[in-house]
């Protein structure tokens, strides 16, 4: 969810890849879990449960660029309606743990782009399904990946509550931790971007200890409200906000922070 002041956005390095830190103990794993509804696993679906919906949302006094988000819950996207309703951006799901992939992503990715949108891929992680790195991985070499095309968004991880199970996956704040930035690490070395999360402070707060060492990693942010609220501790700005569940475009709806050269920026 996206909000607030207009703000410059970091662009990334492309003088070399960052190399994988030494990755200290992530807490348990299920390797038995069975993922029973991952095309109901959509970015916001467990937030939306959990923390719920506030007052309808006002529009913000900066210019923002509308945008979406959509998974296999949509299914085939009319992408030629949503540019023309307005939409420039979009956020597609690829994956869920190491063992789901959206079966219409080559249509809504594909789709998105050859109809004029900016897009790019999102993993629902399951964090106590298998290591930061393997998930990563496994998002990576089904639709994470990144391209310098100008049309092409950074890899974004979906960190909320568990629709399996303990809200935080049976996780200590360090070792959820330690498992976030493994999965990110193990992205930006090998795409050389610093992947955008998906989350909301009360998550972030709760699963997390409201950590604040990931300021490099740009913030997208749930909250169906009149305002973007306020962020976790690692961040001074969103550059997203999810701002409705449902709206002009198909998915959820979303604000991008500034006007579209902003946006086409984020893709370089």
Same mark, same amino acid.
């Given at each position: 969810m996206l909000r607030i002041a207009l703000v410059g956005l970091l662009l990334p390095l492309t003088?070399?890849?960052?190399?994988?830190? #030494?990755?200290e103990d992530q807490g348990p794993v299920d390797e038995n879990l069975v993922l029973a509804h991952p095309d109901d696993d959509v970015v916001g679906s467990q937030i939306q449960l959990i923390e719920g919906i506030d007052a309808p949302t006002v529009e913000a006094l900066v210019v923002q660029?509308? @945008?979406? /988000?959509?998974? =296999?819950?949509? =299914?085939?996207? =009319?992408?030629?309606t949503v540019r023309a309703n307005g939409g420039r951006f979009a956020y597609i799901k690829a994956t869920e743990? #190491? #063992?789901?992939?959206?079966?219409?992503?080559g249509q809504q990715y594909n789709g998105s782009y050859n109809a004029g949108l900016i897009r790019g891929a999102y993993h629902f992680a399951i964090p106590n399904a298998s290591s930061g790195a393997a998930?990563?991985?496994?998002?990576? /070499?089904h639709g994470g990946g990144w391209s310098r095309d100008g049309k092409t968004l950074p890899p974004a991880l979906d960190l909320e509550y568990n629709p399996y199970g303990a809200a935080c996956y049976g996780k200590t704040h360090a070792q959820m931790v330690a498992w976030i930035r493994d999965f990110a690490n193990t992205v930006k070395a090998r795409t050389g971007r610093d992947m955008v999360f998906y989350t909301s402070t009360s998550w972030w707060t709760l699963c997390t200890g409201n950590n604040a060492s990931f300021g490099n990693n740009p913030l997208w942010i749930p909250r169906y409200g009149s305002s973007v609220g306020a962020l976790p501790a690692s961040w001074q700005?969103?550059?997203?906000w999810q701002?409705? /569940?449902? @709206?002009v475009f198909? =998915?959820?709806?979303?604000?991008?922070n500034g006007d579209f050269s902003r946006v086409q920026a984020f893709a370089l």
């Open positions: 003088s070399c890849v960052a190399e994988v830190d #030494t990755i660029t509308p @945008g979406l /988000d959509v998974s =296999g819950y949509q =299914g085939n996207v =009319g992408w030629s743990s #190491t #063992t789901y992939k959206n079966p219409y992503f998930q990563a991985n496994y998002f990576v /070499d700005f969103q550059t997203i701002n409705a /569940d449902h @709206g198909p =998915g959820d709806q979303n604000r991008f």
